[in-house]
T-cell receptor, first 115, second 111 residues
Framework: EAGVAQSPRYKIIEKRQSVAFWCNPI?????LYWYQQILGQGPKLLIQ????????DSQLPKDRFSAERLKGVDSTLKIQPAKLEDSAVYLC?????????????FGPGTRLLVL | QKEVEQNSGPLSVPEGAIASLNCTYS??????FFWYRQYSGKSPELIMS????GDKEDGRFTAQLNKASQYVSLLIRDSQPSDSATYLC???????????FGKGTLLTVNP
C-alpha cells in the first residue's frame, strides 16, 4: 500500500513570496491533516479535512495560509505572503475516518526555508 | 499550562539498558494516547497507542497510562543504537478531538 505522498520535498523562498505544497493521502483515507513542525517542536495541527470539508482550522493563520481539498482526495496548502517564521517542515497525514483511536500516517514532509 | 509536556532531554542510555520516557497532559478527559518516533530529518511514525489505564506491551516497548495522574510513559527495554531518535507523545483531547503533540524527548543510545 502506498504511503502519503508530498511534494516538493524542499523549498527555499524569500519573504513575501508565495508557496504551495501538495499532498496525496493513502488511498481510501477520508481524513487529511496538515501539520507545521518548527525545529525543536512537536507537530502542530493547522487544518483537518474530512473528505472535502474542513473539520478544524482553528490554528491556521488565515490571513496568509489557505488549504483546499476540492475532490476529497489530494490537498494543497498555500502560504501567501510568507514570513520568516514560516520556516518549518509541513507534514501531511491521513487516517481512514478520523476516529479518536485511529493511527495517523505521516508523509515525508516539505521543508520550507524562508529567507 | 502546556497541553502535553515532555522532558526535552537529551536522554542518554547505554546499549541494553531500559530507557524511560515520560509525558503529562492537561486535558483530564483525554481519550487516546500515542507515542511516535521521529528520526532526524524524517517524519513521525507510530510505535505505540494506549487508550485505557495500565500497561500495554509490544515487543521491547511498553506504554503505561495513568489517567488519574494524567501521565503516560514509554519504556524501551534492551535499548539499541537504532532506537536513537526523538520520541513524541501525542494526545487526543476529550473536547476538541485534536491530536496534540509534546515537544519530544531526544533519546541517544550509546553502543
Amino acid at each position: 500500500e502506498a504511503g502519503v505522498a508530498q511534494s516538493p520535498r524542499y523549498k527555499i523562498i524569500e519573504k513575501r513570496q508565495s508557496v504551495a505544497f501538495w499532498c496525496n493521502p493513502i488511498s481510501g483515507h477520508a481524513t487529511l491533516y496538515w501539520y507545521q513542525q518548527i525545529l525543536g517542536q512537536g507537530p502542530k495541527l493547522l487544518i483537518q479535512f474530512q473528505n472535502n470539508g474542513v473539520v478544524d482550522d482553528s490554528q491556521l493563520p488565515k490571513d496568509r495560509f489557505s488549504a483546499e481539498r476540492l475532490k476529497g482526495v489530494d490537498s494543497t496548502l498555500k502560504i501567501q505572503p510568507a514570513k520568516l517564521e514560516d520556516s518549518a517542515v509541513y507534514l501531511c497525514a491521513s487516517s481512514p475516518s478520523g476516529g479518536v483511536t485511529e493511527t495517523q500516517y505521516f508523509g515525508p514532509g516539505t521543508r520550507l526555508l524562508v529567507l | 499550562q502546556k497541553e502535553v509536556e515532555q522532558n526535552s532531554g537529551p536522554l542518554s542510555v547505554p546499549e541494553g539498558a531500559i530507557a524511560s520516557l515520560n509525558c503529562t497532559y492537561s486535558d483530564r478527559v483525554s481519550q487516546s494516547f500515542f507515542w511516535y518516533r521521529q528520526y532526524s530529518g524524517k517524519s513521525p511514525e507510530l510505535i505505540m497507542s494506549i487508550y485505557s489505564n495500565g500497561d500495554k506491551e509490544d515487543g521491547r516497548f511498553t506504554a503505561q497510562l495513568n489517567k488519574a495522574s494524567q501521565y503516560v510513559s514509554l519504556l524501551i527495554r534492551d535499548s539499541q543504537p537504532s532506537d536513537s531518535a526523538t520520541y513524541l507523545c501525542a494526545v487526543i483531547g476529550g473536547s476538541n478531538y485534536k491530536l496534540t503533540f509534546g515537544k519530544g524527548t531526544l533519546l541517544t543510545v550509546n553502543p
